[in-house]
C-alpha cells in the first residue's frame, strides 16, 4: 500500500506539471576537512568537480547557507577549453558562477586576457570583465576599460577606452567588438587608426578592421566623421 501511495502521489506531482530541477554533479574534497553544520573548511589539494568542470585551490570554505565555496591560493577553473586563474574565487553552485575580485587570467584557445576582476558563468562560457582588461591573441594585442569575451560565437566586447596593436597597426576607440572568428574589430566613437611604419593617422566616426594573415591589416567599411 505504501508503494502505491507513492506512485499516486508522484502521478499528482507529474500531472500538476510542477518543475524538476536536473541534479548536477558536485563532488568537493581536499587532504583536511573541518567544520561545523553551517561550514566547512577544506585544506591541502583542494578540488571540486561540478558537472563538466573542475576547480583546484590551496584551501577553500564552503558556507551551506547559501551553498557558495570561496577558494584561496593558486585558484584554477577549469571548463574545457576554458581556463581561469585568480589568487581567490568564490564559487556559486547553483548558478554556476565564478567571481574573482582580486586579479584574473582567462584563456580560450588562443585568446588569452588579464583583468582587475571579473565574473564567469559556465553554463553559458560567457565572462564579464569590468576595470582594467588586456587581452592577447595570435593578431593582436589590447587594452581597454571593461569587456565581455563569450566562448560562443568567440567576442570580445570592448566597452570603453579602447587600444588594440597589431603589427602595422594601432587603433583606439570609445568602444567597439572583436569577432575572433572572422578576425574583423568593429570600432565605433571617435576612432583613430595609426600606422606604426609611416605614422599616418586617420581620424574616423566607425570602423571595421579586417586581418588578412597574407598582407596584414587593412581597413574597410570605414565612415568619417560628419
Same mark, same amino acid.
Given at each position: 500500500m505504501r508503494i502505491k501511495r507513492h506512485l499516486i502521489l508522484y502521478g499528482l506531482i507529474l500531472g500538476l506539471g510542477l518543475p524538476v530541477q536536473a541534479q548536477t554533479r558536485f563532488n568537493l574534497r581536499a587532504d =583536511? &576537512?573541518?567544520? @561545523?553544520?553551517?561550514? =566547512?573548511?577544506l585544506r591541502g589539494n583542494v578540488l571540486l568537480r561540478h558537472d563538466d568542470g573542475q576547480i583546484t585551490a590551496d584551501e577553500a570554505v564552503r558556507r551551506y547557507a547559501d551553498d557558495h565555496?570561496?577558494?584561496e591560493g593558486d585558484v584554477e577553473l577549469q571548463a574545457s577549453p576554458d581556463t581561469l586563474r585568480a589568487p581567490h574565487l568564490t564559487y556559486a553552485r547553483h548558478e554556476r558562477v565564478g567571481r574573482a575580485e582580486d586579479g584574473l587570467f582567462f584563456a580560450n584557445g588562443e585568446v588569452s586576457v588579464w583583468a582587475d576582476r571579473g565574473q564567469y558563468t559556465s553554463a553559458t562560457r560567457i565572462i564579464e570583465l569590468p576595470g582594467h582588461v588586456i587581452f592577447r591573441d595570435s593578431t593582436r594585442c589590447g587594452a581597454m576599460l571593461g569587456a565581455v569575451y563569450e566562448a560562443e560565437p568567440k567576442q570580445l566586447s570592448l566597452l570603453d577606452e579602447v587600444s588594440l596593436v597589431d603589427d602595422r597597426l594601432k587603433m583606439l576607440a570609445g568602444a567597439g567588438a572583436y569577432d575572433q572568428e572572422r578576425r574583423f574589430t568593429h570600432l565605433a566613437d571617435s576612432v583613430a587608426l595609426?600606422?606604426? @611604419?609611416?605614422? @599616418?593617422? &586617420?581620424? &574616423?566616426?566607425a570602423a571595421t578592421v579586417d586581418i588578412d594573415q597574407s598582407s596584414g591589416p587593412h581597413c574597410r567599411s570605414m565612415s568619417h566623421p560628419p
Open positions: =583536511q &576537512l573541518s567544520g @561545523d553544520a553551517t561550514v =566547512q573548511t565555496v570561496t577558494f595609426r600606422w606604426t @611604419d609611416t605614422e @599616418d593617422t &586617420l581620424w &574616423l566616426q
